[in-house]
């Protein structure tokens, strides 16, 4: 985070290097991966030079029609730039190959002004989505094309979470002809894959790696903040849909990921989990990536207690699943305990697996955790702020913690640190509620989806 006044630093940088480039993107495909690499460049300051590498399985298409490919290609540097743009917000995005209409314009716009909402919050900046870039065009190359190929069966991006695993256990999968598929995968991500019945023959591979020059920025004091990634993932996951021939991809974004952290703003860390984004991205890319491919998120109608209730009688996930992003930067992925992911999850599943269970799983009672107080807090809403994490509402939390208070006293349990302090300070949630059984018809299912998951959530 950049330090003093952030908003004149934000200023000057956009003045200093007022234009970002776009320059190229190259494919090299043989037998075994499809590798991109993008071409960036903060004009007077640095170029970028990440890629992604996707490995290739036995069902793989061969007849890959080189425009498509370029178009999607094309599209994924558009979001991948966000993550090297940031660093000085310019005013001027020059697209040197390809070129897009004043409504594709005005998409990634709000894309990007929504994405990086966090991001200016944060660092205290203060700019307008008119104002934020003027997008140019040095070249008139456009992609057009018909797509004649068929299309049948799920994609499904699974990230090692609790969601995801309620998805695999939930939609109707055939194993010999879905695909599951992760970006960067670690064990976590291929044990829930086996773990539902794939073959790691049936995980697609993706690899993204970052451009060191953006790190160096970060230390340097440049701007730095959250990025929206699941955009990213939208577009990656509709390139591999078509590189395999799946018609559905389907997402495990929940009913919450819509609720913005700073209420009555834009500022929402899950932007581009919500429907919003999944709505736009579904008419975007109708009109211009134009495949017989359809994005959707299955649990759309679900909220985080009925997805962790959902997925608490999966045992033979409990000591393989993991969320925290922080434990995840260490091998093998751990629950850091620290964070406000760790505490939301072990909050959640409170209700639904027993206390002796959970600290078996974290390795300790986050109750009992003084140093989480103020993170338990904010994630009740007596704090601050939501906290900027893929964490649930207050109304969620309010239910759960309400929850498991019930269950210590049927028990007569003496209540760990953390719920004694919420008993004593806060008015507990009416257990009263159809929080477990409503559902949020705001989603973009079949009706045989929707009627597969509104059966799940009414069992006992």
Same mark, same amino acid.
């Given at each position: 985070?950049?330090?003093?006044?952030? $908003?004149?630093?934000?200023?000057?940088? &956009?003045?200093?290097?007022? @234009?970002?480039?776009?320059? @190229?993107?190259?494919?090299?495909?043989? @037998?075994?991966?499809?590798?991109?690499?993008?071409?960036?460049?903060?004009?007077?300051?640095?170029? #970028?030079?990440?890629?992604?590498?996707?490995?290739?399985?036995?069902?793989?298409?061969?007849?890959?029609?080189?425009?498509?490919? !370029?178009?999607?290609?094309?599209?994924?540097?558009?979001?991948?730039?966000?993550?090297?743009?940031?660093?000085?917000? %310019?005013?001027?995005?020059?697209?040197?190959?390809?070129?897009?209409?004043?409504?594709?314009?005005?998409?990634?716009?709000?894309?990007?002004?929504?994405?990086?909402?966090?991001?200016?919050?944060?660092?205290?900046?203060?700019?307008?989505?008119?104002?934020? +870039?003027?997008?140019? #065009?040095? %070249?008139?190359?456009?992609?057009?094309?018909?797509?004649?190929?068929?299309?049948?069966?799920?994609?499904?991006?699974?990230?090692?979470?609790?969601? %995801?695993?309620?998805?695999?256990? $939930?939609?109707?999968?055939?194993?010999? &002809? !879905?695909?599951?598929?992760?970006?960067?995968?670690?064990?976590?991500?291929?044990?829930?894959?086996?773990? &539902?019945?794939?073959?790691? !023959?049936?995980? *697609?591979?993706?690899? &993204?790696?970052?451009?060191?020059?953006?790190?160096?920025?970060?230390?340097?004091? #440049?701007?730095?903040?959250?990025?929206?990634? %699941?955009?990213? =993932?939208?577009?990656?996951?509709?390139?591999?849909?078509?590189?395999?021939?799946?018609?559905?991809?389907?997402?495990?974004?929940?009913?919450?990921?819509?609720?913005?952290?700073?209420?009555?703003?834009? =500022?929402?860390?899950?932007?581009?989990?919500?429907?919003?984004?999944?709505?736009?991205?579904?008419?975007?890319?109708?009109?211009?990536?134009?495949?017989?491919?359809?994005? #959707?998120?299955?649990?759309?109608?679900?909220?985080?207690?009925?997805?962790?209730?959902?997925?608490?009688?999966?045992?033979?996930?409990?000591?393989?699943?993991?969320?925290?992003?922080?434990?995840?930067?260490?091998?093998?992925?751990?629950?850091?305990?620290?964070?406000?992911?760790?505490?939301? *999850?072990?909050?959640?599943?409170?209700? +639904?697996?027993?206390?002796?269970?959970?600290?078996?799983?974290?390795?300790?009672?986050?109750?009992?955790?003084?140093?989480?107080?103020?993170?338990?807090?904010?994630?009740?809403?007596?704090?601050?702020?939501?906290?900027?994490?893929?964490?649930?509402?207050?109304?969620? =939390?309010?239910?759960?913690?309400?929850?498991?208070?019930?269950?210590?006293?049927?028990?007569?349990?003496?209540?760990?640190?953390?719920?004694?302090?919420?008993?004593?300070?806060?008015?507990? =949630?009416?257990?009263?509620?159809?929080?477990?059984?409503?559902?949020?018809?705001? @989603? $973009?299912?079949?009706?045989?989806?929707?009627?597969?998951?509104?059966?799940?959530?009414?069992?006992?």
């Amino acid at each position: 985070m950049l330090d003093g006044n952030n $908003n004149s630093k934000a200023l000057i940088f &956009r003045e200093q290097y007022p @234009n970002f480039i776009y320059h @190229n993107f190259k494919i090299e495909d043989n @037998n075994e991966e499809l590798t991109i690499k993008f071409h960036f460049e903060i004009e007077g300051l640095k170029e #970028f030079f990440p890629t992604i590498r996707i490995l290739k399985k036995k069902y793989f298409k061969n007849n890959i029609d080189k425009t498509i490919l !370029d178009n999607l290609v094309f599209h994924i540097g558009l979001i991948e730039m966000i993550s090297y743009y940031k660093a000085t917000l %310019s005013k001027n995005i020059i697209i040197e190959c390809g070129a897009l209409s004043n409504n594709q314009i005005e998409f990634f716009k709000k894309l990007f002004f929504n994405g990086l909402s966090e991001l200016m919050y944060r660092n205290n900046i203060s700019i307008s989505k008119d104002e934020l +870039f003027d997008m140019s #065009f040095t %070249s008139n190359i456009t992609y057009s094309y018909e797509d004649n190929n068929e299309y049948s069966g799920y994609l499904i991006p699974i990230g090692g979470g609790k969601d %995801s695993i309620v998805t695999l256990e $939930n939609l109707p999968i055939e194993l010999d &002809r !879905d695909l599951v598929i992760s970006i960067n995968p670690k064990d976590p991500h291929k044990d829930c894959a086996t773990t &539902r019945g794939f073959s790691l !023959d049936r995980l *697609v591979e993706v690899y &993204r790696t970052i451009d060191k020059g953006i790190i160096e920025l970060n230390n340097e004091g #440049f701007i730095n903040g959250h990025t929206p990634f %699941s955009a990213l =993932v939208s577009f990656i996951t509709y390139l591999v849909a078509y590189l395999t021939g799946k018609k559905y991809i389907a997402l495990s974004n929940e009913s919450s990921a819509n609720d913005a952290n700073i209420p009555g703003t834009h =500022v929402n860390h899950q932007y581009s989990k919500s429907y919003e984004y999944e709505n736009d991205f579904r008419n975007y890319s109708n009109k211009y990536l134009k495949l017989n491919i359809e994005y #959707f998120s299955f649990l759309r109608g679900l909220n985080e207690i009925e997805i962790t209730k959902l997925f608490s009688k999966y045992d033979k996930y409990h000591n393989i699943f993991k969320s925290c992003n922080l434990g995840s930067k260490e091998t093998p992925w751990i629950w850091c305990n620290n964070c406000p992911k760790c505490m939301f *999850v072990y909050t959640m599943l409170s209700p +639904f697996i027993a206390e002796e269970k959970l600290i078996e799983l974290f390795g300790e009672n986050l109750f009992n955790k003084e140093s989480l107080k103020e993170t338990f807090i904010d994630l009740t809403g007596n704090g601050k702020l939501k906290p900027f994490e893929c964490v649930g509402t207050k109304e969620e =939390v309010g239910y759960a913690i309400s929850k498991t208070i019930s269950i210590y006293e049927q028990n007569n349990k003496e209540l760990p640190l953390l719920l004694k302090y919420y008993r004593d300070n806060y008015k507990l =949630v009416d257990l009263n509620t159809d929080l477990l059984t409503i559902y949020n018809e705001d @989603n $973009n299912n079949t009706e045989e989806l929707n009627n597969i998951l509104k059966e799940n959530i009414q069992d006992d």
